[in-house]
């Protein structure tokens, strides 16, 4: 069977559809202060990570028109141009400060609330704008100085860049994603998931890490599957990604054959066990085992193994929450 890797992703939480991100407007400073003055153009506000949406169980991100919130944007800590969704809106995320509660005429129109609670609920266009605000956002509050002379910096490109003041300096500082890995082990009809110490009774997952300073995706693979469990791992296969904004991290999804199936743990996790599909539903039904949550790709990595097991589909076993 030919995995449509394009489309794998697609589905993943906070991974489209793409939108348009505007990138040659970027410098052009006059066209930006005519969107920002533009009643069509919406705001979308964050204070403490958390997000302003409408209030009740279907939250909707709580838009603003930028035409008349000049003093909002003045105090911001960032303001960031998102792009231009599929019906043509211009977002723009506005960042406030934590140390004051924000302006009542945001509260009344809504909400403060975290990304990862909100996701499994929204519209895919509209979790992944909300991905992309959070993470730029977190990426300017931690870029405030520069990383080579020390001197503050400012926010320059609609806010896709941070220059450094110093003009002895002037260095300049694009937004990083940390790359990590994940990965789904199998062999014989199993599929390899285990549990860190700290979480709840009966969460299992796959393997994760981050990929190191000179080291390939694959190789960041085989490495953190056998630091973490002692299995080998022969044939890698790419699954998908998923852009993952707690805090700012790109989740490389793969599966795994093993070559040598021997457990053996290091300090990172509790406990790890190879399942078949049947041992893995039983557990389900039991409440023995929990499994991430649908936004995860953790958990797309686990059904589309176990969709391929046999007539039934994960998501009809039921999943207990994380």
Known sequence: ??????????????????????????????????????????????????????????????????????????????????????????WVAVDLPDGAPPPEALTRAGEFRDLRELAPSLPAEESALLCQARALAYWHRRHQFCGVCGHPTRSAEAGHLRQCTNEACAEQHFPRTDPAIIVLVTSMGRCLLGRQSGWPPGRFSTVA?????????????????????????????????????????????????????????????EEARWFSAHDLRAALKAGTVRLPGPISIAYRLIEHWYDAQGPERLETVGLAPW
């Not at 990138?23 to 066209?31: F, K, N």
């Open 1 to 90: 069977m030919t995995l449509d890797h394009r489309a794998v992703s697609a589905r993943n939480t906070f991974a489209g559809p793409p939108i348009d991100r505007i990138h040659a407007r970027r410098r052009d400073e006059p066209w930006l202060a005519q969107q920002l003055a533009d009643p069509a153009t919406r705001l979308l506000f964050l204070w403490r990570s958390r997000t302003l949406v409408t209030a009740g169980d279907s939250a909707r991100p709580a838009t603003f028109p930028a035409a008349g919130a000049e003093p909002l944007l003045a105090a911001a800590e960032s303001v960031t141009l998102l792009g231009r969704d599929g019906s043509s809106s211009l």
């Open 209 to 269: 890490g981050f990929v190191e300073p000179g080291e390939s995706v694959e190789e960041a693979v085989a490495r953190e599957v056998e630091e973490e469990t002692g299995v080998v791992v022969g044939r890698v296969s790419y699954h998908s990604s998923q852009p993952w904004p707690f805090p700012a991290s790109v989740m490389l999804g793969f599966t795994a054959e093993a070559r040598e199936e021997t457990i053996r743990l290091d300090d990172e996790l």
